[in-house]
């Protein structure tokens, strides 16, 4: 019986941990072709509230303190320096009794004391970015990785010399529809079944709003002083955010007094579309949203056309570059937060609604833009490491894999 070890970092938000469990679900298909393998995936970090989902996925989890590295000053620097060692600390131990055969980081708070450690006992690293601008956490690990993955190709001159393959954004089996062997094929039927299982007419046009795993105060804002404009054009699904959801329920359910039935049945919002995300994608025609890794490879594997915002203060600026990046593409709208003034957006939705063309312009770059077999590649690389060579039937990702 082959045993392989493989471990799982990195942490902070939904765009850390979503990817690992994508990536953790064809591990644990791959491995699971030979019957005689025994595969222990584990995950050392902070996890942010996603253990519950680490878990489901049969990811033994296991808590290491999170630090966080700032390129600034501020007094919490000095209470995460000594959080940096007692992580080391706890990763000697977790990491010497576990002792992977790979281990697999997507960067993020918290990651660099546990990779030092495997680094240490020689353990082989193997890095994913996601943003076409490296966090400092992968910065430093990509020094130390046998193999760097990257989202966005513009993300490759951060690391020279390296060892650098280009294969997107790892998106999670339940969003995926067929093989996965390429964007989704959308046909009128389903995306006509996916707006009646929200109760919308099947026939007018869906606005799907999104803000990230942590919604986007401003796009709320947005949406509540204009839900009577933008109710009469669109049928619109929203994303509050866990965070902002009590306080935005609150604003709606007084101003939803004075709204007629018209508006209200047009309109329905969601602290978080976890399970109807996929129906959510389908249904739509248009996105509204912010400009992070993990929500633009999910609208291009979906082909749907999108404005972006990007997150102003997000690090290195990393969501207004790779929305620049997908614009370039032809795929969406760039719009950046010190624009976003409500009658110029209200003038930018109506006019892209009413135009087809441009619309199935958008859809076809946005699905250009998609880069298929990302979670695959990665499995696979990370399981070669451990002893295992499996490759897919399929022959493009074969030639992917040996490269």
């Not at 999104?210 to 105060?217: F, H, N, P, W």
């Not at 749907?304 to 915002?309: A, D, M, T, W, Y």
């Not at 990665?378 to 490759?391: P, R, T």
């Amino acid at each position: 019986m082959k045993k392989i070890r493989i471990l799982l970092v990195g942490g902070g938000s939904g765009g850390h941990i979503y990817p690992l469990i994508a990536v953790a679900q064809k591990i644990r298909y791959f491995a699971g072709t030979d019957s005689g393998n025994h595969l222990d995936l584990r995950y050392f970090g902070d996890a942010g509230g996603y253990e519950d989902l680490i878990k489901e996925n049969g990811i033994k989890y296991s808590y290491v303190i999170s630090s966080k590295l700032r390129r600034y000053f501020s007094f919490e620097n000095f209470i995460d320096f000594f959080k940096f060692f007692i992580a080391i600390f706890q990763s000697l131990f977790k990491v010497f009794f576990f002792m992977p055969s790979v281990v697999f980081s997507k960067g993020g708070p918290g990651s660099l004391p546990i990779l030092f450690v495997c680094k240490f006992f020689a353990v082989p690293i193997v890095i994913h970015e996601s943003d076409s601008v490296p966090g400092l956490a992968n910065l430093i690990s990509g020094k130390m990785s046998k193999k760097i993955f990257l989202a966005f190709e513009s993300a490759k001159r951060y690391f020279p010399n390296k060892n650098i393959g280009v294969v997107g954004n790892p998106i999670r089996n339940e969003l995926i529809m067929g093989k996965g062997d390429s964007s989704a094929v959308i046909t009128e039927i389903e995306q006509k079944e996916a707006k009646k299982q929200f109760d919308f007419n099947q026939e007018r046009p869906v606005l799907l709003i999104l803000g990230g795993s942590q919604g986007a105060v401003i796009i709320n804002n947005f949406v509540i002083k204009n839900i009577e404009f933008l109710a009469v054009k669109f049928q619109i699904l929203h994303q509050i955010g866990l965070d902002n959801f009590d306080e935005y329920k609150k604003d709606y359910d007084f101003l939803s007094q004075t709204l007629p039935d018209s508006i209200k049945n047009n309109y329905k919002f969601y602290p978080y579309l976890e399970n109807n995300l996929k129906s959510a994608y389908i249904a739509a025609d248009l996105i509204l949203a912010r400009a992070g890794a993990g929500t633009i490879f999910e609208i291009a594997y979906f082909g749907k056309p999108s404005i972006l915002i990007p997150l102003p203060d997000a690090a290195n600026d990393h969501q207004v570059l790779n929305a620049i990046e997908f614009e370039e593409s032809g795929a969406t709208i760039d719009i950046e937060q010190e624009n976003f003034l409500s009658h110029l957006v209200l003038v930018q939705l109506e006019t892209l609604i009413s135009k087809t063309e441009i619309l199935k312009k958008m859809s076809k770059s946005a699905s250009v833009f998609y880069r298929p077999f990302s979670s695959e590649t990665i499995a696979a690389h990370l399981l070669s490491f451990a002893g295992l060579n499996i490759y897919p039937d399929n022959a493009p990702i074969k030639e992917m894999l040996l490269k």
